[in-house]
C-alpha cells in the first residue's frame, strides 16, 4: 500500500510543480541497452563528445550512482513555444534555447520535487539529473511508459509530440513502476528523409557527428567541417528538423513556464543583426540561456560557417 500511495503522491506533485508527464521504472541494469551503446560507441557516432565514452558501467545501471536505488522517477517538461524566429533568412536557434536554461529552470523543479518526498515520506535519499550526469534519459522515460523512442531517437508521446525536455529521480524508494508503450513510428521515415546531414544513419540509429545539433554546440575546432557547407538548414544553434517532420508534433501545445520565454528582441532579430551580433548584445540576449554553452565565439563561427555558404 505503502509503494502505491507514495507513487501517487510523487506524480500528483510532479504535477503541481508542471512536470506534462511523470513515470516510474524499477532501477535496474539496462540489459538490451548495454550493446547497443558499445555498437554506437565503436561506430565513432559521438564524434569528439569524449565524455561518451566515460562511466560505460554507470550509465547502464542507477544502483552504481544512487547507493541502493530502488526506483527512477522519469518526468517531461514542455518547452514548446508559442512564437517563432518571425524573419526570413535569419540564422536559427532551436526552440529549446529560446528562453532561460533549462538545467536551472528543471534543477530548481527537481529539488522542490525531492524536499517534498523527504518531507512527506521520510527518509528518502537520491539524486536529481538533468543531463549532468551518465544517465540514459529517454531510455529510462521509455521504461516508464512516457513515450517511445522514435526512428531519430528523441522520445515521442503520442498526445504531446517530442518538444519536451527529459529529467529525473533516482530513490533509494521503492515505488510502482510503470510499464512501457508501444512504438507508433510504423512504417514513417519523415525524420530520416529531412535531415539535412543525413545524420538519421538507419532507424533509431543517429550519427552524432553528423547531426548539426552537435556541429553547432558541442564541436567546439575553430572550423566546422567543410563537407556541411550548404546543409545546414540555416541552423546556428542547434536543429528541430527531425521534430518539426514528425507527424506526431501536430499535437504540441504550448508550453506555460514563463522562464522559458525568449528575450524581448530575440524572435525579431534579422539576418544582419545576427552578423553584426557583438559580444555585448550576445551577452544581453544570453543572459541565464542554453546559448551561452557555445559561447560568443561559438555562435560567431556557426553564423560566419551559414553566411560564407
Known sequence: MH????????????????????????????????????????????????????????????????????????????????????????????????????????????????????????????????????????????????????????????????????????????????????DYCGTCTACIDACPTDAIVQPYVVDGSKCISYLTIELKDEIIPREFKGKMDNWMFGCDVCQEVCPWNRFSQTHNEQRFSPHDNLLQMNKSDWEDLTEEIFRELFRKSAVKRTKFSGIKRNIKFLTDE
Do not use: T
Not at 72 to 98: D, F, H, T, W
Not at 159 to 180: C, K, N, T, Y
Open 3 to 182: 509503494r502505491d500511495s507514495h507513487s501517487r503522491l510523487i506524480k500528483s506533485k510532479a504535477n503541481e510543480l508542471g512536470f506534462m508527464y511523470c513515470g516510474i521504472s524499477k532501477a535496474d541494469f539496462l540489459a538490451e541497452e548495454a550493446p547497443r551503446l558499445e555498437k554506437w560507441l565503436k561506430s565513432g557516432y559521438h564524434g569528439k563528445m569524449s565524455y561518451m565514452e566515460n562511466h560505460f558501467d554507470k550509465r547502464l545501471d542507477p544502483r552504481k550512482l544512487v547507493d541502493g536505488a530502488k526506483s527512477v522517477v522519469s518526468l517531461l517538461l514542455n518547452y514548446y513555444p508559442e512564437e517563432r524566429q518571425q524573419p526570413a533568412g535569419a540564422p536559427k536557434i532551436s526552440k529549446y534555447a529560446y528562453g532561460e536554461d533549462y538545467h536551472f529552470v528543471i534543477k530548481d523543479k527537481l529539488k522542490d520535487l525531492l524536499g517534498f518526498i523527504q518531507e512527506e515520506i521520510g527518509e528518502v535519499s537520491g539524486r536529481v539529473f538533468v543531463d549532468s550526469a551518465p544517465v540514459m534519459d529517454k531510455v529510462w522515460a521509455a521504461r516508464s511508459g512516457l513515450g517511445w523512442v522514435g526512428k531519430n531517437a528523441n522520445l515521442i508521446h503520442p498526445r504531446h509530440g517530442s518538444f519536451f525536455f527529459v529529467a529525473e529521480l533516482i530513490l533509494d524508494l521503492e515505488l510502482i513502476p510503470d510499464g512501457p508503450m508501444k
